[in-house]
Each structure stands twice: as C-alpha cells, then as structure tokens.
Nanobody, 128 residues
Framework: QIRLVESGGGSVQPGGSLRLTCVGPVFTHTHNNYCLGWFRQPPGNEREGITTSANNGTTTYANSVKGRFTISRDNAKNILYLQMNIRNAEENAMYYC????????????????????WGQGTQVTVSS
C-alpha cells in the first residue's frame, strides 16, 4: 500500500534549484504528533537524513544542506515540500520522504528506524 508519493525530481545543474513534493494522506490520520523527513541516497552510499519537520513547527537540517535546503508543508493539503539550491554533483541522489511518530523528547531525528512510512523516491540528477 502506497502511503507517500514523491515527485519533482529531475536533472539540474550545479547552482540550480529544484523543488520536491511529497503527498501523503497518512500525515493527519495516523499520529497526533509526527515527523516528516527528507532523506537521500547517493549512488553506492547509504541513505542519509537531510531535513525534518515536526507538526509542532520544529525543523532540523543536516549540516550538509543547512542554509540551502528548506523544508515546508501544507497541512491542509497533506503536502511536504523540499526546496533545494543545488551545490554540486555530490547531491546527485534518490530523494525520499518519510513519516514517523514524534520522538519522546519532542523532536525528530535522522535515524531511519524512527520512520515507519516511506515513499518510493524521486531521482535528482546533478550534471553540468
């Protein structure tokens, strides 16, 4: 059963911008307090968390994307966004959105085991 669906991937040049979208009816129907996250997996590498958004308004960013990527959400439409200002080819990856319950401490983390629903991913290809 598909819970999350990403879109918006494609080809982009270094220095360019791209906005990813994740649609998920599960956002408002599973937990009262939850996290939404964006992860990415470059070719030959492990998946890594890059940004999260809790429904209490808290956002977190990995150092690698801080200041260049922005996570946002439209709760009324159950849509999660990732606005990216691409730096270089190292950001060539499959990008995934994810959903999980808010952690006991009231924040969201980058550990994959904390997320219970995942999209199928959308490919971002960075080339000059």
């Amino acid at each position: 059963q598909i819970r999350l669906v990403e879109s918006g991937g494609g080809s982009v040049q270094p220095g360019g911008s791209l906005r990813l979208t994740c649609v998920g009816p599960v956002f408002t129907h599973t937990h009262n307090n939850y996290c939404l996250g964006w992860f990415r997996q470059p070719p030959g590498n492990e998946r890594e968390g890059i940004t999260t958004s809790a429904n209490n308004g808290t956002t977190t960013y990995a150092n690698s994307v801080k200041g260049r990527f922005t996570i946002s959400r439209d709760n009324a439409k159950n849509i999660l966004y990732l606005q990216m200002n691409i730096r270089n080819a190292e950001e060539n990856a499959m990008y995934y959105c994810s959903y999980g319950p808010l952690r006991v401490g009231g924040d969201c983390g980058f550990e994959e085991r904390g997320y219970i629903y995942w999209g199928q991913g959308t490919q971002v290809t960075v080339s000059s």
